[in-house]
């Protein structure tokens, strides 16, 4: 099957793998036309998209620029890392459980604190962080 893939407006995904250490001498096909929106968001009505400011998350590789892709539908679980309100601002952190049972919103990064969420504190969970989104060219690269 022939295309001409400079006249397609989705980008398109190639059929194998890119191996990260030695070259692989595989041959690469073209397989089907790459929608993001089918491969990171999986209930539409309930997913958002945030943009993070600050570098509590870089030990996630999560940095200041990145794009999260938010699922309000899902549950957070211990470990995953999600979007909290505490005391009315939101954050990205991982959620934690305590043996205790208790609640952590943990950094990312040895230069913050974890934050222990007591019982007085107004906490939820706004979205569980499904993938994240980060850019080498930040410049306006279209014509």
Same mark, same amino acid.
């Given at each position: 099957m022939?295309t001409?893939?400079?006249q397609?407006d989705?980008?398109?995904l190639?059929?194998?793998? *890119? *191996? $990260?250490?030695?070259?692989?001498? $595989?041959?690469?096909? *073209?397989?089907?036309?790459? /929608?993001l929106?089918n491969?990171?968001i999986?209930?539409? =009505? =309930?997913? +958002?998209?945030?943009r993070?400011c ?5 030990? $996630?590789g999560?940095?200041?620029?990145d !794009?999260?892709?938010? /699922?309000?539908?899902l @549950?957070a679980?211990?470990?995953?890392i !999600?979007i $909290? *309100?505490l005391?009315?601002? +939101? ?11 208790? =609640?952590?919103?943990?950094?990312a990064?040895?230069?913050f604190q974890?934050i222990?969420v007591?019982?007085?504190q107004d ?6 962080v @499904?993938?994240? !989104? ?6 306006h690269v279209?014509?």
């Amino acid at each position: 099957m022939e295309t001409n893939m400079e006249q397609q407006d989705t980008p398109w995904l190639a059929s194998g793998n *890119v *191996v $990260a250490g030695f070259p692989s001498p $595989a041959e690469t096909y *073209v397989e089907k036309p790459l /929608d993001l929106n089918n491969l990171l968001i999986y209930r539409p =009505a =309930a997913t +958002f998209f945030v943009r993070v400011c600050g570098d509590s998350m870089t030990g $996630a590789g999560i940095q200041s620029g990145d !794009i999260l892709v938010v /699922d309000k539908s899902l @549950t957070a679980r211990d470990g995953s890392i !999600i979007i $909290a *309100v505490l005391d009315g601002d +939101f954050t990205v952190k991982q959620f934690r459980r305590g043996r205790d049972g208790s =609640a952590w919103l943990v950094p990312a990064n040895p230069q913050f604190q974890p934050i222990n969420v007591t019982e007085r504190q107004d906490f939820s969970v706004f979205g569980v962080v @499904t993938a994240f !989104i980060h850019q080498f060219i930040h410049e306006h690269v279209r014509n």
